[in-house]
């Protein structure tokens, strides 16, 4: 049985509506085994990788479905390998907190810079330099906890 362009298309997007994982991959093998394709076939008239046919072919001759670990993929953050981290930032921070001076929220602002709260994580919390995060990383933990990393506008005089 040949396949029409019409019909490529459609059990591309049938396999697109399943979520990537197992079910995808068995649709994918019953697929090739419904048309009798291999996998070069496969990749050339439906985009799909030959490392996961190869997989799906695999699950569907032996039954034995392959869990995939989605949860255990990426780079751990930060509080994963230092525990203390937010609390200790909260400690150091907490004596450099002012609120809006228009008091129309509920912010605090911190007068301390990023660079300034890894100083003072090596210095009075004696974290190792080398463990301390960058910059860009104390400054995304900052906001994640609420303080806002600018200068407090000091009181103006009042114009006439």
């Known amino acids: 049985m040949s396949l029409t362009p019409e019909m490529c298309i459609f059990i ?36 799909w990788g030959r ?13 034995i479905t392959c869990l995939d670990a989605f949860a255990r993929r990426g780079r751990k953050p930060a509080e994963f390998h230092l525990p203390r981290l937010l609390d200790d930032i909260k400690d150091i921070v907490k004596d450099h907190l ?10 605090l602002y911190c007068r301390l810079t990023a660079a300034e709260v890894g100083r003072q994580l090596i210095a009075r919390k004696d974290y190792p330099a080398a463990k301390v995060p ?11 906890l609420g ?7 000091k009181c103006r ?3 006439k």
């Open 12 to 47: 591309q997007k049938t396999a697109r509506s399943f979520k990537v994982g197992a079910a995808r991959r068995r649709y994918m093998a019953g697929t090739l085994e419904t048309f009798g394709l291999g996998q070069r076939q496969a990749q050339r008239l439906f985009g």
């Open 51 to 63: 490392d996961t046919l190869r997989k799906a072919l695999q699950e569907h001759r032996s039954g």
């Open 98 to 107: 002012q609120p809006d001076p228009t008091f129309q929220t509920t912010r």
């Open 134 to 144: 960058s910059i860009e990383t104390l400054t995304n933990k900052l906001n994640g």
């Open 147 to 153: 303080f806002r990393l600018r200068k407090v506008a």
């Open 157 to 159: 005089p009042q114009k």
